[in-house]
């Protein structure tokens, strides 16, 4: 069987390693906990290499270092998770962990094995904690990384519970030089446990910086809406969807209204918050089904699914409606009324209509509700045959 000392000293290696490649790799996440972790990885390195000297002199003094460096590393493990989180970590709980450790396998007033249940105990209500910290995500989907941290923060846990169940896997109850097989599983969980954790934590922020990339590519800063890109990756989508359902797919071309005026009169600053609270007013009366997306400009689009003209032009002149009550820019002490045209083009399956047709209709739909006035809808009608973009 292989010496225990031994193995110790090759995990204390490869934890030190680890932390390197973490320091290294997540030097760009230093914000959203990499430093924290890394210097788990370092404690836990610590911890193997303090037991791989306890067969030297000073058996005790190694002992203590050991638990000290452990119970440090699962402090360091708490905080990076609530950096990555951004919540603000409780340091005065992360710093008596490591004391009470330490003081805890201290006392001879009660029995080794009850030490060992307490210290065991006290390390798997922290598992507990990391457990919860991963699965609040608030508006983060689920993803790969976070999956792989649960699985490494289940088997810590694991090992702990071997220990906290059959306290004579533990080292405080054994020779330090024995190797048995309970003991040695419970290093080589901790051990394969620990990478889980490192890898698993770079996973995660690589998918959220992924996911912060996507948005910057995908949604107008501004309004929080699809930009032009994602709208048109959007509005083809549901286009071959209508048509393979054979239903009509109701396009709205929206613009604001004398919008140049209103940022000259009110300044940049107040048109912008115009078009933000008119993409709120868009978005809060369309259905879950339906995609709104910033056009460019003041200009928005609003693509209904399976939506017929009536029900479309419904919706358009409720959005005119609501817009004319609810939303002005400021100037001053006086207030400049907001309105929008809308143009609503009808697509019909079969009428061999391409998703630039489909844009051009509703645009000159918008061109001619503008000139019949502004602050109206105008619903375009093509001919039948028409083919359109020619």
Not at 14 to 26: C, D, K, L, P
Not at 47 to 59: D, K, N, Q, V
Not at 83 to 104: K, M, T
Not at 279 to 291: E, T
């Amino acid at each position: 069987m292989p010496d225990l000392m031994t193995i110790a000293f090759m995990i204390a290696l490869s934890s030190v390693t680890a932390a390197g490649m973490v320091a290294f790799v997540g030097r760009t996440h230093r914000h959203e906990g990499a430093p924290q972790t890394a210097a788990t990885l370092v404690c836990y390195g610590m911890t193997y290499l303090s037991i791989s000297l306890m067969a030297s002199a000073g058996h005790v003094r190694w002992f203590l270092a050991a638990y000290g460096f452990f119970a440090c590393g699962q402090s360091c493990w708490i905080w990076a998770l609530h950096r990555f989180h951004q919540l603000r970590p409780p340091y005065a709980l992360l710093v008596v962990l490591p004391i009470v450790s330490v003081l805890g396998l201290s006392l001879d007033s009660i029995s080794a094995s009850l030490r060992v249940q307490l210290i065991s105990s006290l390390f798997l209500g922290y598992e507990v904690w990391a457990l919860y910290l991963l699965t609040l995500r608030r508006a983060e989907a689920m993803n790969r990384g976070t999956m792989v941290l649960i699985v490494g923060t289940l088997m810590f846990a694991a090992a702990l519970l071997l220990r906290l169940h059959t306290p004579v896997v533990s080292l405080t109850l054994r020779d330090t030089a024995a190797s048995t097989p309970p003991l040695l599983l419970s290093f080589v969980i901790l051990s394969i446990a620990m990478h889980f954790k490192s890898t698993g934590f770079l996973m995660m922020c690589h998918e959220r910086k992924q996911v912060l990339l996507d948005r910057m590519a995908n949604v107008d800063v501004l309004t929080e809406l699809p930009n032009r890109r994602a709208l048109m990756h959007s509005l083809e989508h549901v286009w071959q969807q209508c048509q393979r359902c054979h239903t009509p797919l109701s396009v709205l071309m929206v613009d604001v209204d004398h919008f140049k005026r209103v940022n000259d009169a009110c300044g940049h600053p107040e048109g912008d918050k115009v078009l933000a609270q008119i993409s709120r007013v868009l978005q809060s009366h369309v259905r879950p089904s339906d995609i709104v997306g910033r056009y460019g400009g003041e200009e928005f689009v609003i693509a209904c699914p399976h939506t017929a003209s009536a029900e479309a032009q419904v919706l358009a002149e409720r959005l005119c409606a609501q817009v004319r009550s609810a939303v002005s820019a400021h100037h001053d002490t006086s207030a400049w009324p907001i309105t929008i045209s809308v143009g609503l083009h009808v697509c019909l399956p079969g009428d061999g209509q391409t998703l630039e047709d489909i844009v051009l209709q509703a645009d000159q739909a918008l061109y001619h509700a503008k000139a019949d006035g502004r602050n109206r809808v105008h619903l375009l009608t093509p001919s039948p045959g028409t083919r359109f973009g020619t």
